[in-house]
């Protein structure tokens, strides 16, 4: 479980990028984070890791207080969160195999991660979760190699192999094709559904939003204003969220051949909500 209590960012420049920002993500729950450009969410979501130190507040991961770790226990705080980023972070010249066994640089010694020798079970696990993501075919390709859905992929699977108990991933289809972002989501979703893991998904796309996350909570200039589940994102919701807009446009067109039974009825009831 992951909590915050009264998490605050306060950049040099005087801007105030989180005010004050409580929130519980149990166990085994899916949570999107929508919000327009500058709302606080990756901000949010590196602060939970530290990539960003927050001003004040407090990060709780279960029983451990990540705000105040030294190196050495955040290092190790970190082993027990899986990040995905919008841009991948692959290193381009390493194969598919190599990037993913790269989740295990936490657990390994310096001169095994160096020359890249790790554990068979670590080899083991990778090859397992390659085959989980469909990518059991490209193990030894090049990351430079892949299109930008099989990189996101390979992010998946590496973020995975920390068996991690909070996923945090930041824009996961921010640089994907519609047809490639619900498959993204959809994997996503499974497997946090699968290994009962805890994910925050910071995400510009208030329909997969609403189709592949249980929880859906709303940032404006570093506030919630709203939490809930994605039945309450009325076009009054969204408009407080992001603004006068006509919402019916959140319903894209969507190629019904790509969609399961339960997503096209999902997306069917959607699009009555909002007409």
């Not at 450009?37 to 029983?63: E, F, M, Q």
């Not at 027990?80 to 010249?93: D, K, P, S």
């Not at 339960?262 to 069917?268: F, L």
Request: proline share 4%.
């Amino acid at each position: 479980m992951l909590r915050l209590e009264n998490l605050q960012k306060q950049y040099k420049t005087g801007d105030r990028a989180l005010k004050g920002i409580d929130l519980v993500v149990p166990k085994g729950q899916v949570m999107a984070l929508i919000g327009p450009s500058g709302a606080g969410k990756s901000t949010l979501i590196r602060c939970v890791n530290r990539l960003v130190d927050p001003t004040s507040g407090h990060v709780y991961l279960n029983d451990m207080d990540i705000t105040h770790l030294g190196y050495r226990g955040l290092r190790v705080a970190r082993r027990r969160m899986g990040m995905i980023f919008q841009e991948y972070a692959l290193v381009e010249r390493l194969t598919v195999m190599e990037n993913v066994l790269s989740g295990r640089l936490g657990y390994v010694g310096f001169w095994r991660s160096y020359f890249r020798k790790f554990p068979q079970s670590d080899i083991n696990e990778a090859f397992r979760l390659l085959e989980r993501v469909g990518l059991d075919n490209m193990v030894d390709k090049r990351a430079d190699e892949l299109s930008g859905g099989q990189r996101q992929r390979v992010g998946i699977a590496r973020a995975l192999i920390q068996n991690p108990e909070l996923l945090l991933v930041d824009e996961p289809t921010a640089s994907l094709d519609p047809k490639t972002s619900r498959q993204i989501m959809r994997l996503i979703s499974e497997l946090c559904q699968e290994r009962q893991l805890a994910a925050i998904i910071n995400i510009h796309d208030v329909l997969l939003a609403e189709m592949f996350a249980k929880r859906i909570v709303g940032l404006k200039s570093g506030e919630i204003v709203y939490d809930g589940p994605p039945d309450g994102l009325s076009p009054e919701v969204l408009t407080t969220i992001y603004g006068e807009e006509d919402w019916t446009a959140t319903i894209d067109h969507v190629d019904e051949e790509d969609l399961t039974e339960e997503e096209r009825r999902e997306r069917e009831r959607l699009m009555k909500k909002s007409s």
